[in-house]
């Protein structure tokens, strides 16, 4: 059941109502099983994988609690066995083809091996999670909780599909659920459930329809300059949108339920340099990537240069094949890690030279240039294939060809959307202090009455637009 | 044994440093994108000379860093003493 749909909302309201009608005690029983039923609506057969999950952190903490002193093996071989179902059920296809290509095997056996089960919905956040998990139990940041806590960790509704990816430390502990109700939860949660839900009706489905134009399997023809570079920002604005709207109804009905998820994005087209996209951008990846893997990496070496450029390489090429079991993937991932490689020289040079200040054209060539190399490579993440990736990318940039095959209306919604985006931080700015000056004045006719008017207008908005039926694109990851 | 004024005046100098600007002891500077993590790894470094310690940081995060007190606490966890 997704998200962007009337079932789930109507589900979402009852769920909420007898969750806050229940007593304490009870609540936790009750989000278990919201959850399985949340999860099993996806396909029944793959609930056992969650819990299988559950099952080998749990063994592996609790060996690891048991006896530190091989805590390592332990962890070694819990994230081997979570790594090795992560292949099985994500990489199968992927990893064969690329064998059979290798030794002349038939395609055709990788394909059938692709096909042979669907893929298990939200694997690749809740194997990570389980990773991290792992980790922080080695380093003695956090203990084994009761199991049923740790299979409502992996299970819990409102992030098992997409994330926001969190740590054990941020919600097993509010896992007990012992809040007393606060109306702020409602208003900050719906807030949030209907904000996501016109940004990916009404941005991210629209845009979608003729992105999937520009981008359709065995489209051979080369668009031209300008389609080029609109296909690229309207994707761009697309996927945003789309994963951000995700992960505000993830964050609403956490806070629905008076907890609390982590932030996953900050305006990240507002970076200034690659490693602030970064920063900015599925932010709770990013966290774990330098967590478990960045930082022990490099402060191995002590930051040196050569291991930094290569780490960098390595993890971002891991971040793209996360994404997806395909090339283009890969490919997108070590184009940003190239990003970052060109940003960290920069900056190493720039530091053994203290005089040379930076100048307001220097910082607006990296901003600029940060934009175009992160669109430039949104072009390769969105592509059937390779081929169809240098098209695009070849008369954005060097092939240039005049033209425009779309209608008017695509070039101006893309313009208004990327404008939406660009004021983006100026509106959440002023609607903080609206709130805050309408919690000054207490309650106002305005203040009763403009939350409930702006809630209509976002359902009809999202009844109005909701005829593509759109999966969320993350969830295919 | 390390004293935990000592460590505190010293976290909160390399702090400063390190983000080029005063740090007050409750700011976060990791999980506010104040300081990113190679930052972090020449925060260490700097503590480790200005204290005369080793700080074995594989096993550490860089929110271990995040603010002055967790900056302490690290320390007295995990440092050892230089010869």
Same mark, same amino acid.
């Given at each position: 059941?997704?998200?962007?749909?009337?079932?789930?909302?109507? %589900?979402?309201?009852v769920?909420?109502?007898?969750y806050?009608?229940?007593?304490?005690?009870?609540?936790?029983?009750?989000?278990?099983?919201?959850?399985?039923?949340?999860?099993?609506?996806?396909?029944?057969v793959?609930?056992?994988?969650?819990?299988?999950?559950?099952v080998?952190?749990?063994?592996?903490?609790k060996q690891?609690?048991? +006896?530190?002193g091989?805590?390592?093996?332990w962890a070694w071989l819990?994230i081997?066995?979570?790594?090795?179902?992560?292949?099985i059920?994500?990489?199968?296809?992927?990893?064969w083809?690329?064998?059979?290509?290798?030794?002349g095997?038939?395609?055709?056996?990788?394909r059938? *091996?692709?096909?042979?089960?669907?893929?298990?919905?939200?694997i690749?956040?809740?194997?990570?999670?389980?990773?991290?998990?792992?980790i922080?139990?080695?380093?003695g940041?956090?203990?084994?909780?009761?199991f049923?806590d740790?299979?409502?960790?992996?299970?819990?509704w409102p992030?098992?599909?997409?994330?926001?990816?969190?740590?054990?430390?941020e919600?097993?502990?509010?896992?007990?659920f012992?809040?007393?109700?606060?109306?702020?939860?409602?208003?900050?949660?719906?807030?949030?459930?209907i904000?996501?839900?016109?940004?990916?009706?009404?941005?991210?489905?629209?845009?979608?329809?003729?992105v999937?134009?520009?981008?359709?399997?065995? %489209?051979?023809?080369?668009?031209?300059t300008l389609?080029?570079?609109?296909?690229?920002?309207?994707?761009?604005?697309?996927?945003?949108?789309?994963?951000?709207?995700y992960?505000?109804?993830?964050?609403?009905?956490a806070r629905?339920?008076?907890?609390?998820?982590?932030?996953?994005?900050?305006?990240?087209?507002?970076a200034?340099?690659?490693?602030?996209?970064?920063?900015?951008?599925?932010?709770?990846l990013?966290?774990?990537?330098?967590?478990?893997?960045?930082?022990?990496?490099?402060?191995?070496?002590?930051g040196?240069?050569?291991p930094?450029? *290569?780490?960098?390489?390595?993890?971002?090429?891991?971040?793209?094949?996360?994404h997806?079991?395909?090339?283009?993937?890969?490919l997108?991932?070590?184009?940003?890690?190239t990003?970052?490689?060109?940003?960290r020289?920069?900056?190493?040079?720039?530091?053994?030279?203290?005089?040379?200040?930076?100048?307001?054209?220097?910082?607006?060539?990296?901003?600029?240039?940060?934009?175009?190399?992160?669109?430039?490579?949104w072009?390769?993440?969105?592509?059937?294939?390779?081929?169809?990736?240098?098209?695009?990318?070849?008369?954005?940039?060097?092939?240039?060809?005049?033209?425009?095959n779309?209608?008017a209306?695509?070039?101006a919604?893309?313009?208004?959307?990327?404008?939406?985006?660009?004021?983006?931080?100026?509106?959440?700015?002023?609607?903080?202090?609206? +709130?805050?000056?309408?919690?000054? +004045?207490g309650?106002?006719?305005f203040?009763?009455?403009a939350?409930?008017?702006?809630?209509?207008?976002?359902?009809?908005l999202?009844?109005?637009?909701?005829?593509?039926?759109?999966?969320?694109?993350?969830?295919?990851? | 044994?390390?004293?935990?004024?000592?460590?505190?005046?010293?976290?909160?100098e390399?702090?400063?440093?390190?983000a080029?600007?005063?740090?007050?002891?409750?700011?976060?500077?990791?999980s506010?994108?104040?300081?990113?993590?190679?930052?972090?790894?020449?925060l260490?470094?700097?503590?480790?000379?200005?204290?005369?310690?080793?700080?074995?940081?594989?096993?550490?995060q860089?929110?271990?860093?995040?603010?002055?007190?967790t900056m302490v606490?690290?320390?007295?966890?995990?440092?050892?003493?230089?010869?």
């Amino acid at each position: 059941m997704a998200f962007n749909s009337s079932p789930y909302l109507i %589900l979402l309201i009852v769920a909420v109502a007898v969750y806050w009608l229940l007593p304490v005690g009870a609540r936790r029983i009750f989000v278990f099983l919201a959850s399985l039923a949340f999860y099993a609506s996806w396909g029944i057969v793959f609930v056992w994988l969650p819990l299988f999950v559950a099952v080998i952190v749990y063994a592996c903490g609790k060996q690891m609690q048991a +006896e530190p002193g091989s805590g390592k093996r332990w962890a070694w071989l819990g994230i081997t066995c979570l790594l090795a179902l992560l292949a099985i059920f994500k990489y199968r296809g992927f990893l064969w083809g690329n064998l059979a290509m290798l030794t002349g095997w038939p395609e055709a056996s990788s394909r059938f *091996l692709a096909a042979s089960f669907a893929f298990p919905m939200g694997i690749s956040f809740y194997t990570f999670e389980a990773i991290g998990y792992l980790i922080d139990v080695r380093q003695g940041r956090v203990k084994m909780p009761p199991f049923l806590d740790l299979c409502l960790f992996f299970f819990f509704w409102p992030n098992i599909l997409s994330g926001p990816m969190v740590r054990a430390r941020e919600l097993v502990p509010q896992l007990g659920f012992h809040k007393a109700f606060e109306a702020r939860f409602i208003f900050e949660g719906a807030d949030r459930v209907i904000w996501g839900l016109v940004q990916k009706t009404v941005i991210a489905n629209v845009l979608g329809v003729w992105v999937d134009r520009g981008f359709a399997p065995g %489209l051979h023809s080369r668009p031209s300059t300008l389609d080029g570079w609109f296909l690229a920002i309207a994707f761009g604005l697309q996927i945003y949108f789309d994963f951000a709207g995700y992960t505000n109804m993830a964050i609403g009905t956490a806070r629905l339920l008076g907890v609390t998820l982590p932030e996953n994005f900050r305006q990240p087209y507002h970076a200034a340099t690659p490693p602030e996209f970064w920063a900015r951008w599925h932010m709770t990846l990013s966290r774990w990537i330098r967590d478990y893997l960045f930082f022990p990496i490099n402060a191995k070496w002590q930051g040196a240069p050569l291991p930094l450029y *290569l780490s960098l390489m390595g993890v971002m090429g891991l971040v793209g094949l996360w994404h997806g079991a395909g090339w283009t993937f890969i490919l997108w991932g070590l184009m940003h890690g190239t990003y970052l490689v060109l940003y960290r020289m920069y900056e190493a040079w720039r530091n053994l030279r203290p005089g040379v200040a930076e100048t307001r054209a220097i910082a607006a060539v990296w901003r600029v240039g940060t934009l175009g190399a992160v669109l430039a490579a949104w072009v390769v993440f969105r592509a059937t294939d390779l081929s169809q990736a240098g098209r695009v990318l070849s008369v954005m940039f060097y092939r240039f060809a005049v033209g425009s095959n779309y209608p008017a209306l695509f070039y101006a919604y893309t313009v208004v959307i990327a404008v939406v985006c660009a004021v983006e931080p100026v509106v959440l700015k002023r609607l903080g202090e609206i +709130e805050e000056r309408a919690e000054a +004045e207490g309650l106002s006719p305005f203040r009763v009455m403009a939350r409930p008017i702006a809630y209509l207008f976002g359902l009809l908005l999202f009844l109005l637009f909701d005829v593509n039926n759109a999966q969320f694109i993350y969830s295919q990851f | 044994m390390l004293d935990t004024e000592a460590i505190r005046k010293a976290a909160q100098e390399a702090a400063a440093q390190i983000a080029g600007r005063p740090i007050k002891a409750d700011q976060k500077l990791v999980s506010s994108g104040l300081i990113d993590s190679l930052s972090v790894l020449r925060l260490i470094s700097l503590l480790e000379k200005k204290l005369t310690i080793s700080i074995p940081p594989e096993t550490l995060q860089p929110e271990d860093f995040d603010d002055v007190d967790t900056m302490v606490e690290t320390i007295e966890r995990v440092a050892k003493p230089l010869p």
